[in-house]
């Protein structure tokens, strides 16, 4: 597993090896417990989440659709490689396209690989 603290909002601690989240942190606090089977390989021993959790959004066939339409909203449709083409989006772009979906949920990170979410 690689060692997935600096993409998230969360602080660990290096010295009592908690992780620390509040709202969006603590939905990626959750995640990383979840992540590789719940196995950290030594990245943390606990964790504090404040307003959050894990949002069960299902399986990653389950956002398909919502992907798709990001894909056609941002103009990347015709693209080779779609999601390097939307991490090259520029963000007003994206953000007008992530407006137009149905709702909060529609575009969230989904189980794929080792990421389970229950």
Wanted: with cysteine; glycine share 10%.
């Amino acid at each position: 597993m690689s060692k997935t603290s600096s993409h998230t909002s969360s602080i660990s601690s290096i010295n009592s090896g908690r992780s620390w989240g509040e709202s969006a942190g603590a939905i990626s606090v959750s995640l990383q417990m979840l992540i590789n089977n719940g196995n950290q390989e030594g990245l943390f021993r606990g964790a504090i989440m404040q307003s959050g959790g894990p949002i069960p959004v299902g399986d990653i066939e389950n956002g398909q659709r919502y992907y798709d339409f990001m894909v056609e909203k941002t103009g990347c449709t015709n693209s080779a490689d779609t999601l390097e083409c939307l991490r090259r989006v520029p963000y007003n772009t994206f953000k007008k396209a992530m407006d137009q979906t149905p709702n909060f949920f529609a575009y969230q990170v989904r189980a794929c690989g080792r990421v389970v979410i229950v």
